[in-house]
């Protein structure tokens, strides 16, 4: 829909005004970009959202 396409901007609600500031999901995808991420989301109207996270694998190094 419309707002799909805005919904990771920052500031962008579709809340009444004063009820958020609307910057969570801006401030999710910025973190999952920064790790070389996705952040993936579907939604149909009377159904549901769902978001998905994909995050790469990587092994754990020790340091000593």
């Given at each position: ?15 009444s ?46 340091s000593?």
């Amino acid at each position: 829909t419309e707002n799909l396409s805005k919904i990771f901007q920052p500031f962008y609600t579709t809340r009444s005004p004063g009820s958020g500031t609307g910057f969570g999901l801006a401030g999710c995808q910025s973190v999952v970009n920064r790790h070389s991420g996705k952040l993936k989301v579907e939604s149909t109207v009377g159904v549901g959202t769902t978001f998905r996270m994909e995050l790469s694998q990587v092994e754990k190094t020790r340091s000593g």
